[in-house]
């Protein structure tokens, strides 16, 4: 399977990704998926809920999440997906991710740092582990 | 009991061979969910604890309402209204986690 992501909408990502630098930035990933590929045509930027930790840790605002899915509704698509910043650490899920990861979702992570932002990549949970998919832009 | 529309969220559909919304009769959020839970083997169980409680990682909107500022899952429903099960999303970067070189 392999994940799209257009360069216009990585690069907001990136932006996201600085602005909420050194704290994490999450969101929702919006397209259409099919057996072979997941295409991303929109993504939105949400509220992380965990103030204290947010550093080091995400929980995506429920609220914010249904208004993405209610938008993707509209224009015929789906949520396919959630994306999130690892300040500072390389773009590998971990532990806190695999144990709160849900199933059929692209989980798309964007390593930060104070002055460079690195290559995203895509990730699926498959069983009890995450298994990376191939990013085309 | 009104017609109300449950709406299934990606990770779940594998239970509900794809279907991303459910109609069912129902006149509270539990029954909305029970029903759902008979037609489709499996989903109560991701939505609901053995005590048949809403498990810690799912929230239930009725339209843009959380359940929980409303009266859980004993909230009632009306003609039209829409169910969505919403998976609680977390997760972060880990201390175990090398950082990035520099």
């Known amino acids: ?137 | 009991m009104n017609t109300v529309t449950v709406r299934i969220p990606m990770p779940l559909r594998s239970y509900t061979l794809g279907a991303d919304e459910v109609v069912v009769e129902a006149a509270t959020v539990r029954q909305a969910l029970e029903v759902l839970g008979a037609r489709h083997e499996g989903i109560l169980d991701r939505v609901l604890d053995p005590g048949g409680e809403l498990r810690q990682f799912v929230n239930i909107f009725v339209g843009a309402r959380n359940v929980q500022a409303l009266d859980g899952l004993a909230t009632p429903l009306a003609k039209g209204d829409v169910i969505s099960i919403i998976p609680a999303v977390a997760g972060g970067h880990h201390e175990c986690l090398r950082p990035m070189a520099r």
């Open chain 1, 1 to 137: 399977m392999t994940v799209r992501l257009p360069r216009d909408l990585r690069h907001a990502l990136e932006c996201w990704a600085r602005e909420n630098y050194p704290q994490e930035a999450c969101g929702v990933l919006i397209g259409r998926q099919t057996e072979t590929e997941v295409a991303i045509t929109d993504v939105v930027r949400t509220r992380n809920l965990n103030i204290e930790r947010a550093r080091d840790r995400f929980e995506l605002d429920p609220g914010d999440l249904l208004c993405a899915g209610e938008r993707a509704l509209g224009l015929g698509l789906d949520v396919v997906g959630i994306w999130h910043t690892h300040p500072d650490h390389p773009a590998r899920p971990s532990e806190t991710d695999r144990a709160r990861a849900w199933e059929a979702w692209i989980y798309l992570i964007v390593p930060v740092r104070k002055d460079d932002v690195g290559e995203p990549r895509a990730w699926r949970l498959n069983g009890s582990g995450f298994v990376e998919k191939k990013l085309k832009s």
